[in-house]
């Protein structure tokens, strides 16, 4: 296994999430909205580079802190560095950063902000059979891994703070095209809520079913609920299946209003 991701539960319900590739040693940290938390699990205090999708405080609050206890280098929307941590390495859609043998490439999700951005790492595949060593529980040999922030969450999407449901139907036809396996990285532990609100739009969905049965008995345990797959969100995820833009839209203002 060549790249390993974890949760790193912060401020009341945010995730950073933690990459490491096993080939090199490299970390990377996503969206820490605090730095306490984040340094308490870094293997050896070492974080390589500190990853953002976008300005909101409790995704960038703990940046400072991590730069100055680790020496990280900061990556981000060349297109939003005005509100930004003040990045070292500015990318634009489509670029790419290598995060030890792994890469990852910025893809253009605004939506829940204007300025918001995913991160899309691929490992390297294995060259033969049975190369398991190092493989952690629930991830594949060479499996993907996305880091949306808040534009796709488990069973959701970002609220339109910014951008448009036009942006955000978009952004997530982006992230639909992804190998259907990539385990999807969000912002936040949402995954109860917007099981609720889901099994209003489709109640008979079965596989929205179990997944709500799963998150239920992951809270229960004390469990993150996230990752989940991206195949798993589009047999599950009325947000992903909108099939056009008014649908996507219809739904958002309805999750906006759902109590």
């Not at 590739?21 to 974080?47: F, K, M, N, Q, Y």
């Not at 489509?94 to 893809?107: E, H, K, M, P, T």
């Not at 899309?120 to 629930?138: D, E, F, N, W």
Request: glycine content about 10%; overall charge neutral.
């Amino acid at each position: 296994m060549a790249l390993t991701v974890r949760a790193i539960p912060c401020l009341s319900d945010n995730y950073a999430w933690a990459v490491t590739d096993a080939a090199t040693g490299t970390v990377a940290i996503c969206d820490p909205g605090e730095a306490r938390p984040v340094l308490a699990d870094l293997p050896e205090g070492r974080c390589d580079f500190i990853l953002l999708t976008h300005h909101h405080q409790d995704h960038i609050g703990g940046v400072a802190e991590l730069v100055a206890a680790t020496g990280a280098k900061v990556v981000g929307a060349r297109a939003d560095a005005y509100r930004l941590p003040p990045l070292d390495h500015a990318l634009s859609p489509g670029d790419g950063i290598a995060i030890g043998s792994a890469r990852a490439v910025v893809i253009d999700t605004p939506g829940h902000t204007r300025g918001h951005i995913a991160f899309h790492l691929q490992s390297p595949r294995p060259q033969g059979p049975g190369q398991k060593a190092g493989q952690k529980p629930g991830q594949k040999p060479g499996q993907d891994i996305l880091l949306c922030g808040d534009t796709l969450f488990s069973l959701g999407c970002g609220r339109l703070l910014e951008g448009t449901a036009e942006e955000m139907f978009t952004s997530l036809q982006r992230l639909r095209i992804l190998p259907p396996e990539t385990l999807v990285c969000c912002g936040h532990e949402y995954t109860l809520s917007n099981a609720r609100f889901a099994l209003t739009v489709e109640p008979d969905n079965k596989a929205l079913q179990a997944r709500a049965q799963q998150a239920r008995e992951q809270r229960g345990r004390g469990e993150p609920t996230v990752p989940t797959r991206l195949e798993e969100e589009m047999a599950a995820n009325p947000f992903l299946r909108a099939p056009d833009v008014a649908t996507l839209a219809k739904l958002r203002k309805a999750k906006d209003e759902f109590r």
